[in-house]
Nanobody, 121 residues
Framework: QVRLVESGGGSVQAGGSLRLSCAAS????????MGWFRQAPGKERESVAV????????YYADSVKGRFTISRDNAKNTVYLQMNSLKPEDTAVYYC??????????????WGQGTQVTVSS
C-alpha cells in the first residue's frame, strides 16, 4: 500500500493557477494508476484527471480539459495536477487517489486527506 499526502492548495482569483502535488510513501507507487478527484459542498466526488501507471495515458473531465494537466514522476513517487485558468466552479476539496486507471472513485483503494482549492471571482 501507499500513503498519499496532497499539497499545493490555496485561494486564487479566477484566471489564476495552482499546482497540486501528491507525494506517496512506499515502493509500489509505479504499480498504481493515479487519479485526482474533487468534491464541492453538497456535491458528489467527481473525477478530474486520471493517469496510467507509466504516465502514458491520461484522461480529463470535460470541465477541465485544456486547463488542467496531470503528470507523474515515478522516481519521486509524486503525481501533480497543474491547474490553469481557474474558475470559481473549480472550488472544491481536491483528493489524490491510488488504484486502477479509472474515473470511478470506487476503483481506488488509497486516498489522501484532501487539499482545499478556492477560486474567487
Amino acid at each position: 500500500q501507499v500513503r498519499l499526502v496532497e499539497s499545493g492548495g490555496g485561494s486564487v482569483q479566477a484566471g489564476g493557477s495552482l499546482r497540486l502535488s501528491c507525494a506517496a510513501s512506499g515502493r509500489a507507487f509505479s504499480l498504481y494508476g493515479m487519479g485526482w478527484f474533487r468534491q464541492a459542498p453538497g456535491k458528489e466526488r467527481e473525477s478530474v484527471a486520471v493517469i496510467s501507471r507509466s504516465g502514458g495515458i491520461t484522461y480529463y473531465a470535460d470541465s477541465v480539459k485544456g486547463r488542467f494537466t496531470i503528470s507523474r514522476d515515478n522516481a519521486k513517487n509524486t503525481v501533480y495536477l497543474q491547474m490553469n485558468s481557474l474558475k470559481p466552479e473549480d472550488t472544491a476539496v481536491y483528493y489524490c487517489a491510488a488504484g486502477s486507471y479509472s474515473t470511478n472513485p470506487y476503483d481506488y483503494d488509497m486516498w489522501g486527506q484532501g487539499t482545499q482549492v478556492t477560486v474567487s471571482s
